[in-house]
């Protein structure tokens, strides 16, 4: 989850050239400060929640998963057994059903993943467009004059970063943010007979 942070937070450095001023500084005009973009967004109180729900959500995936593999190793099994009493021509459209089976699930499991990493990226981008206000009026108050993000500067002054100003501030003005956020990850239906990525279709 950090990765697509961290992607998506290059940007707020850019978003925000007018700037903040660092913890007990008195920014004066001109004042250059820093800010750790993906810090500010896993240690703020939205952040928070927006990984308590992911991390929810993978689970129940995670979960879901494991049944699946159960599921489809049982069936995996019993075609598997019935092979025996088969000839090639009657038991090979058992094994084409038991293969669709197994493509369709990976699909459907791959993109309930993807779900999950779009509602990151969409909770990230109303943190973003939600702070932006609230940054410039705190950069306003500083006085400061440009924001930088932190991983952009080779070196500052340890007061110069306002990242823990700015999560305060954010904490106060926005809290979890859970009612300008959004929740779009629709339930998904899972095929009849399906198996996760390690259970390999059947050969003959």
């Known amino acids: 989850m950090h990765a697509l942070v961290r992607n998506g937070f290059f940007l ?24 750790d973009s993906e810090r500010l967004f896993l240690n703020s109180d939205f952040g928070k929640r927006v990984a308590r729900e ?3 959500r993978g689970t129940e995936l995670a ?8 599921e489809l190793a049982q069936a995996e099994k019993d075609l598997t057994d019935t092979r025996a009493s088969m000839t090639p021509e009657g038991f090979r459209p058992l094994a ?3 293969d ?9 499991q791959a993109e309930k993943s993807r779900a999950l990493n779009t509602l990151l990226d ?17 950069m306003l108050e500083l006085g ?31 809290g979890e943010g859970a009612d300008v ?24």
């Open 12 to 35: 707020l450095g850019l978003l925000f050239a007018a700037p903040l001023a660092a913890q007990n500084m008195a920014a004066g005009a001109n004042s250059v400060i820093v800010i």
């Open 54 to 56: 992911i991390e929810a």
């Open 63 to 70: 979960a879901e998963n494991r049944r699946i593999e159960a």
């Open 96 to 98: 084409d059903a038991f």
């Open 100 to 108: 669709t089976r197994v493509q369709a699930t990976r699909q459907a």
């Open 122 to 138: 969409q909770e990230r981008e109303v943190f973003l467009s939600t702070a932006g206000p609230v940054l410039q009026e705190l």
């Open 144 to 174: 400061a004059s440009v924001v930088l993000e932190r991983r952009n500067v080779v070196f500052s002054a340890s007061n110069s970063d306002i990242t823990a100003v700015a999560i305060g501030r954010l904490n106060i003005k926005l």
């Open 181 to 204: 956020s959004p929740v779009p990850v629709p339930a998904q239906t899972t095929p009849e007979q399906t198996t996760p990525e390690q259970i390999a279709p059947s050969q003959d």
